[in-house]
């Protein structure tokens, strides 16, 4: 059974075993690496309940964190990508967001991740411009909910 859940601490093995293999499989235009994101940003998005999970029959595939208006580090696992999984995340999100009543959800993807990108346009969101941080230079998206 798939399902959504809010991450907790004993999660975070699962869930870095999961960055690991999305580091290994991905090329370079996710941005991420060994140095990022890293065990203690995952704790912190735990610890203020920002980190969702997604699960199939209690093996975590995808992950979303929630910071109020803003979408960070959305990962499916690598072997269960193109299955609609990253979308039913991005859905979740919004209905999360619609809830919380925000007018907005926003994000950014490195602007070589084109699979990131795609699927962002897809489910509507709108470029907003570009932004430049020391990991790289990121394009900005927003949707009105």
Not at 23 to 32: M, P, V
Not at 108 to 129: F, M, P, V
Request: charged letters at 25%; glycine letters at 6%.
């Amino acid at each position: 059974m798939m399902t959504i859940r809010l991450a907790k601490e004993n999660d975070i093995e699962e869930i870095m075993g999961l960055i690991t293999r999305t580091i290994i499989s991905r090329q370079s235009s996710s941005g991420w690496n060994e140095t990022y994101p890293t065990k203690e940003i995952f704790v912190k998005d735990i610890d203020n309940q920002y980190l969702y999970l997604y699960e199939d029959n209690h093996i975590v595939i995808g992950i979303i964190s929630l910071i109020p208006l803003v979408l960070h580090r959305l990962c499916v696992d690598p072997h269960r990508q193109r299955e609609g999984i990253g979308s039913r995340l991005m859905n979740f999100a919004e209905t999360f967001g619609h809830e919380q009543g925000y007018t907005s959800l926003q994000l950014d993807t490195r602007i070589s991740n084109h699979t990131a990108a795609n699927l962002y346009e897809q489910l509507g969101y709108t470029k907003t411009g570009t932004i430049t941080r020391n990991r790289g230079n990121f394009i900005c998206y927003e949707k009105k909910l």
